[in-house]
């Protein structure tokens, strides 16, 4: 736990309390954070594991973060969350003790989320093996009888933590949380049980407010889409994010090994996916002047074929209208702090920054500075296959992030 007295240095190097594929540097964002003085809102349209909402709160802003994937919301909710550490350990190990007694009462025939349809059946046994999937269900049953909200959703993280890793989980897969799970086990290496209460430490000692030392304004983590966001006009005086970078990662994809134990059917997943920003789904939706000219400007995509140009200008148009939503919500004089990297489609270098700075143009924003940064080799997820193909200096350029800093230009009125 960080007490609410260190130093602003310190308090930058929070630690994460789930994988998280993409996650934002902190050190971005705690730059782009306005020093304490006047409490201001801070918005993050795309949030993730909630890096902008935990810095803006730990520096005594009014956070706000809004995702559609409901295992970020989770994670997000989860980091930004006052904690009360013994009261938890109590609740999880009481957890645990009713969930082991559960799965005596509950053969593995029958150890499925209640409303867990045949298609999400086949995934769980997939991906889990039978001793596991008893275990797991158990452990979800017990947790969704929690009463308080916020242990609720702790515990869901640390439940979720044991499915998304790295290497030995306790699914059959490896690289879930790179977002790329491939089966590789017969057994999973690791029990639930055993590994449960261990998860549920992790994850506590990695919250970084507690009921005790924080009476800085709570985060507000709201289901939304940054499209079409749920929030008024001039309300927000600074956003700070970091969009999904065009075919870069398919968040759900390893998201739904967890997803699936929360009550979510694959069919749902899958739509949910199709709609988001940045996964690979084409369209040839005629595209307006503002979305053709920022394509332009992004390279040489006439080398391209129809359906990667589709996915590119299905990218623009949806950072099109992300941009318009920025803009209206932004009080005047507001700022909008964009970290993006750019891509390779089969070789070919499409620089997202310079679509951004388009956008942001034709939506009245002026573009303050624009900085790059090497992104850390661990913070590195881009596909492996494109980022082989890619060439040698395209490598390097690929190995950067830009961070592009907007002022919207506007009255009150707007
Ligand atoms: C690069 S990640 C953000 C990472 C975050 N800054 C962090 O530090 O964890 C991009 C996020 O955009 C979300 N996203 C994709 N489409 C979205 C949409 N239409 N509305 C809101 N969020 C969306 C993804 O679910 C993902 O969590």
């Given at each position: 736990m960080i007490p609410a007295t260190q130093s602003a240095t310190q308090k930058a190097h929070i630690r994460p309390v789930h994988p998280f594929p993409a996650r934002m540097a902190p050190s971005i964002v705690w730059d782009a954070l306005p020093e304490s003085g006047d409490t201001l809102t801070i918005l993050?349209?795309?949030?993730?594991?909630g890096t902008t909402p935990v810095l803006a709160r730990s520096k005594g802003h009014h956070a706000i973060g809004c995702d559609t994937d409901p295992l970020a919301l989770l994670i997000a909710r989860t980091w930004c969350n006052n904690v009360k550490p013994d009261r938890l350990f109590l609740r999880a190990k009481a957890v645990l003790a009713r969930a082991m007694e559960l799965r005596e009462k509950t053969p593995s025939e029958k150890s499925?989320?209640?409303?867990?349809?045949d298609e999400t059946r086949r995934f769980m046994d997939f991906w889990f093996d039978p001793r596991n999937r008893r275990e797991l269900n158990a452990l979800a049953i017990c947790i969704s009888w929690v009463r308080s909200q916020t242990e609720r959703t702790l515990l869901w993280c640390a439940f979720s933590r044991m499915i998304i890793?790295?290497?030995?989980?306790?699914?059959?897969?490896?690289d879930v949380s790179h977002s790329r799970p491939h089966k590789v086990y017969d057994?999973?290496?690791?029990r639930p049980f055993d590994a449960f209460l261990k998860a549920v430490s992790k994850v506590v000692n990695n919250c970084p407010f507690s009921t005790d030392t924080h009476n800085t304004p709570a985060a507000d983590i709201r289901h939304g889409d940054a499209r079409t966001l749920p929030l008024d006009s001039n309300s927000v005086d600074r956003i700070i994010t970091s969009p999904p970078y065009?075919?870069?990662?398919?968040?759900l994809r390893g998201h739904k090994l967890s997803l699936v134990w929360m009550g979510h059917n694959i069919s749902e997943l899958r739509a949910l996916r199709s709609g988001n920003?940045?996964?690979e789904r084409s369209t040839n939706i005629a595209s307006e002047k503002a979305v053709r000219e920022a394509m332009k400007s992004m390279?040489?995509?006439?080398?391209?074929d129809k359906r990667q140009s589709g996915i590119v200008r299905r990218y623009v148009n949806d950072m099109e209208k992300v941009m318009k939503e920025c803009a209206r919500v932004l009080k005047p004089g507001g700022e909008a702090v964009f970290v993006v990297g750019d891509s390779s489609i089969r070789g070919v270098f499409v620089q997202n920054s310079k679509a951004l700075i388009r956008l942001a143009h034709s939506q009245g924003m002026s573009l303050v500075s624009r900085n790059t940064r090497p992104i850390e080799i661990k913070r590195r997820y881009l596909p492996a296959p494109e980022y082989e193909k890619s060439g040698c200096s395209l490598r390097t350029r690929m190995r950067e992030e830009v961070i592009l800093r907007f002022r919207i230009h506007k009255t009150g009125a707007q």
């Open positions: 993050d349209p795309m949030s993730g594991s499925y989320p209640k409303n867990a349809d890793t790295k290497t030995a989980g306790v699914s059959l897969a490896m057994a999973a290496p690791v065009l075919n870069a990662i398919d968040y920003i940045g996964t390279g040489d995509l006439t080398v391209l």
